[in-house]
């Protein structure tokens, strides 16, 4: 028998992220492909994890993470999701947000069971359910605002569709899903006993007034939904890998011991730094880096205006779409690869997010960088030259 990889593999590419990443970096271009939040720490975050260091917590943790922190997650949980959630049996800490909607995928869907999510999405949610062999339905959303009809939801649910993923506030679009929105979804979800994957990483990036609302938090949801976050992007601190799951105690237990077969546990002195954070940062620090990142959004989204590369405005998180057809090529790669080549600033090509056509009229940017970084941005983006 001739040696191959895995059947598996066949549907997995290399994030277009990370190949746009790769390809800056070789002609030493600016990063706005990838979200790596570029802006400072909290001191009290990084206190907290060399703290924990010298205190010793070098060694594993259990697999759903340190009491200290699931107990922050537990109390944060309810004062700002409105989740009850016990962190003995509910809480699962994993190796970021993306591990740990990984781990729920793997401990809940079987081969062939069908997975509603939105278009455009992040393409990591695709990659996990292909891992697990599950199948993709795809329901594309409308620009500017990305909206959609339940309608189109009911003619793609079937006796195999097990679960829906919902990202608020979302990559790439910046959608932030209104009450009246998750209020069908939770309609929709109860009616066909659907799991209700939500991701909520971005949770405290929201603009122009709005609020958070967690899907978890509506009568006869939280039995159902897998709530996951993490605290990569809110304490810029992408490369610690820590994000968590929360769900009813039967799920949980599923998640834990594949995020154990997975992971094992999430770096121990880190978790301890995070939890440092959640207990001890104010209110205040949250509703300022939303007043910050708000500022990121009006700067770069009119530079890109300003030069005809049309912006959906994001209501949340800190990527933006624009539409970048009047770019010369006819894929969004070609067309990405040339606005890297003129300016040094590099986006993601927007099939990266759609499996239609549409895809290839935009590119996504993060400007999750510092204001230095940004303004230079921008200043290549209007240079004349361009």
């Not at 209104?178 to 929201?206: G, K, M, N, P, W």
């Amino acid at each position: 028998m001739m040696r191959t990889v895995s059947r598996r593999m066949a549907d997995l590419a290399q994030s277009e992220i990370r190949a746009m990443t790769q390809a800056c970096a070789s002609v030493k271009g600016l990063n706005m492909a990838q979200g790596v939040c570029d802006t400072p720490v909290p001191p009290i975050v990084l206190e907290g994890a060399e703290q924990a260091i010298r205190d010793g917590y070098n060694v594993y943790t259990r697999f759903d993470g340190v009491p200290a922190l699931r107990e922050a997650l537990a109390n944060k949980l309810a004062h700002y999701n409105r989740i009850q959630a016990d962190p003995e049996t509910d809480i699962t800490v994993s190796a970021g947000a993306t591990g740990a909607f990984h781990s729920a995928c793997a401990a809940l869907l079987n081969p062939g069971d069908e997975v509603i999510l939105f278009e455009p999405y992040y393409q990591y949610h695709i990659s996990a359910l292909l891992a697990v062999e599950a199948v993709p339905v795809a329901v594309p959303m409308r620009p500017p605002t990305w909206s959609y009809s339940m309608s189109q939801l009911e003619q793609v649910v079937t006796l195999k569709t097990k679960a829906i993923v919902v990202n608020s506030p979302g990559n790439p679009s910046g959608k932030v899903y209104s009450q009246s929105e998750l209020e069908a979804l939770a309609d929709f979800a109860c009616r066909h006993d659907l799991f209700v994957f939500t991701d909520e990483i971005y949770e405290y990036f929201l603009y122009d007034g709005r609020g958070h609302i967690s899907i978890a938090s509506f009568p006869e949801m939280a039995e159902r939904t897998v709530t996951i976050g993490g605290y990569s992007k809110t304490f810029s601190v992408t490369g610690w890998r820590i994000g968590y799951s929360v769900a009813a105690s039967q799920w949980a237990k599923a998640i834990g011991a594949m995020n154990d077969l997975l992971y094992v546990c999430a770096p121990a002195p880190l978790q301890m730094g995070v939890a440092r954070g959640i207990r001890e940062l104010p209110d205040s620090f949250y509703q300022s880096q939303a007043q910050e990142y708000q500022r990121k959004r009006e700067t770069f989204c009119n530079a890109l205006a300003q030069v005809g590369l049309t912006p959906s405005f994001p209501e949340g998180a800190y990527y933006v779409l624009a539409n970048a057809s009047r770019l010369p090529g006819e894929t969004g790669k070609a067309r990405t690869m040339y606005l890297l080549d003129k300016t040094g600033v590099a986006g993601v090509p927007g099939e990266a997010f759609f499996s239609s056509k549409v895809g290839a009229d935009f590119i996504r940017f993060s400007y999750a960088k510092t204001d230095h970084d940004l303004t230079e941005a921008c200043r290549r983006l209007t240079n004349p030259a361009f």
